[in-house]
Each structure stands twice: as C-alpha cells, then as structure tokens.
C-alpha cells in the first residue's frame, strides 16, 4: 500500500479539527452570556489511525518482499537446475562422442586389416598371372615373327602395288589440274569481257544520266531566272548590260531561305532590285519535284547570274 495515499484524509481530518477547536474556544470565552440561550452543538469527528494504516503498509511491504525473495530462490533453483540439465547433457553428449571414436577407430582397423589382405591376395593373384602372360608372350612371339615375315612379303607386294596407283593418280591429277587451269583462264577472260561490257554500259549510262542532269539544270536554272525576271521592276538607274551574280540558299520545297549579292553590277539600286525580285517569287515550287540528289548538288546553295532579257543589247 502507498502511505501518500492517506496523507489528504489525514490533513484534512488535522485542518476539520483544529476549525471544530477555535469555534468551540471562541464559545466558551466569548459569548459566555449567550451560551445561557443556546442549544449547544455536537460535532461529530473521527480520527483516521495512521498509525495502524502505516503498520498495514510495512506489513504489506514485508509481504511483497517475501513473495519476491520467494520468486527469486525458485528462479535460481530453475536455473540451478538448467545448469545441472546442461552438464548431464554436455557429459552425455561427450561420452556419445567418445563411443563414435571409438566405433570410428575399430572401423579403420577393420578396413585396414581387409585392405592388407586384399592387398596380399591381390600380389599373389598378379605373380601367377606374371607367370601366365611370360609364358603366353613367347608363344606369341614365336607367333609374331611368323607373321612378320608373311606381312613383310605381302607389304612389298602392296607397296609396290600402291607405287604403281600412285603414280597413275598423279598422271590423272595432272591432267586433271591442266584442264582446271585452261577451264578458270576461260572463265577469268570472259569474266573480264564481261566487266569491260558492264563498264562500257555503266559508262554510257553516267553519260547519260549526266547529260539528263546537266538539261535538267539547264532547264530549271532557266525557270528560276524567269521566275526572278518576271518579278523584278526596273530601276532608273539601269542600262544596258548590267549583270549582278546573286547566291540564293533554297530548301528542298522551294522556298528562298536567303539572297545576297556575290558580285555587284556597279549599281547598288540595280543589285537590291534584283535581290528583291528574289524575295518577291518567295518560293520556286517546280524544284519539289526535282530529284532530291540533284538538288543537294546544284540548288541548296544556287548561283543566280542576273542579267534581265531587256538589258541584253
């Protein structure tokens, strides 16, 4: 039990007291005259036994104490216990262990004693078959030499038999290897007509197709410069014979990514007359249908010599 769990009941009956005491010393000496006149009060007090509820607390402490002494001495009895549980079986796992030894080692012993006599055995049964195979070896060497005498005679004969296929062999391989030379320098001579042919061909066809390139470029160089003259106003200040070069960046679809002026006529109002003709076209739509190699090579970056037909005298 908690002794601070009376120490309120116990003031509180302290402070009730000490109240009940002042009021009844205060009756008694001043209003002595009045106490003639007035029922009297009875207050009713009851003092808590502290010190009854403070022995209860020890004892109950006691109590607890014993029971966990108790608790404890049981607790190392069960481990005392355990311990003595471990040892035995520690002892008798030790004593298995030894008994495995024991039985490993009379084991080894019975192997080893098997494996000599097995050995002994052995040695005896390779001495007499030592003596059957010395005995079997001369027979078969008397044998053999009969047989190496006919093999000899038969080996000759086959030698000089396979001396002969060989040489007969060689005769055919040779032909054979003459016929295979005249066969690969007629096929490497008309593989070579026939390279010069393809290459006559292939020749002929670059011609041609350079030629067709060289019309096509022809034909729209022209319609880039009538596109650009059909665009273009006359300034004042041109005459006859004025020529500007203008270097026109174009995209594949045709339009003009830029225009600059590479070589000036002599007339600044000439050459931005001619830069703004570009400018006014925009985009020359007949190159989408160009093939696109052609246009990589002669019209992404194109060269434009202006020379307007009316200046031509």
């Given at each position: 039990m908690n002794l601070?769990?009376?120490?309120?009941?116990a003031l509180l009956a302290l402070i009730l007291h000490s109240v009940i005491l002042s009021a009844l010393f205060y009756s008694w000496f001043g209003y002595a005259e009045e106490e003639k006149h007035l029922?009297?009060?009875?207050?009713?007090?009851?003092?808590?036994?502290?010190?009854?509820?403070?022995?209860?607390?020890?004892?109950?402490?006691?109590?607890e104490a014993r029971r966990k002494q108790e608790e404890?001495?049981?607790?190392?009895?069960?481990?005392?216990?355990?311990?003595r549980k471990k040892e035995a079986q520690k002892e008798e796992a030790l004593k298995k262990e030894a008994l495995k030894k024991e039985q490993a080692r009379k084991k080894e012993?019975?192997?080893?004693q098997a494996e000599a006599k097995k050995k002994a055995e052995a040695l005896k049964q390779k001495t007499l078959k030592q003596e059957a195979l010395k005995k079997e070896a001369a027979l078969k060497k008397a044998e053999a030499q009969k047989k190496a005498e006919a093999l000899k005679k038969a080996q000759a004969a086959e030698a000089a038999r396979k001396k002969q296929q060989e040489e007969a062999r060689r005769k055919a391989e040779a032909q054979k290897e003459a016929e295979r030379k005249q066969a690969e320098k007629q096929r490497l001579e008309q593989q070579r007509?026939?390279?010069?042919?393809?290459?006559?061909?292939?020749?002929?066809?670059?011609?041609?197709?350079r030629q067709a390139d060289q019309r096509a470029i022809a034909g729209y160089s022209d319609y880039i410069a009538a596109e650009v003259e059909s665009n273009w106003s006359r300034p004042p200040s041109a005459r006859n014979g004025m020529r500007v070069v203008l270097s026109l960046?174009?995209?594949?679809?045709?339009?003009?990514?830029?225009?600059?002026?590479?070589?000036?006529?002599?007339?600044?109002?000439?050459?931005?007359?001619?830069?703004?003709?570009?400018?006014?076209?925009?985009?020359?739509?007949?190159?989408?249908?160009?093939?696109?190699?052609?246009?990589?090579?002669?019209?992404?970056?194109?060269?434009?010599?202006?020379?307007?037909s009316d200046l031509r005298r």
């Open positions: 601070r769990s009376y120490l309120f009941p029922v009297p009060r009875h207050v009713k007090a009851q003092m808590v036994d502290l010190k009854s509820q403070l022995k209860a607390h020890q004892q109950d402490k006691q109590a404890q001495k049981k607790a190392e009895a069960k481990k005392r216990a355990d311990e012993e019975a192997l080893k007509r026939e390279a010069e042919l393809v290459a006559a061909m292939a020749a002929e066809e670059q011609e041609m197709q960046h174009l995209l594949p679809t045709g339009e003009v990514d830029n225009v600059y002026v590479v070589k000036s006529s002599g007339d600044s109002y000439f050459d931005e007359s001619a830069v703004r003709a570009v400018k006014r076209v925009g985009r020359f739509s007949e190159l989408q249908n160009m093939d696109p190699v052609l246009f990589d090579r002669s019209f992404r970056k194109f060269s434009l010599n202006f020379n307007p």
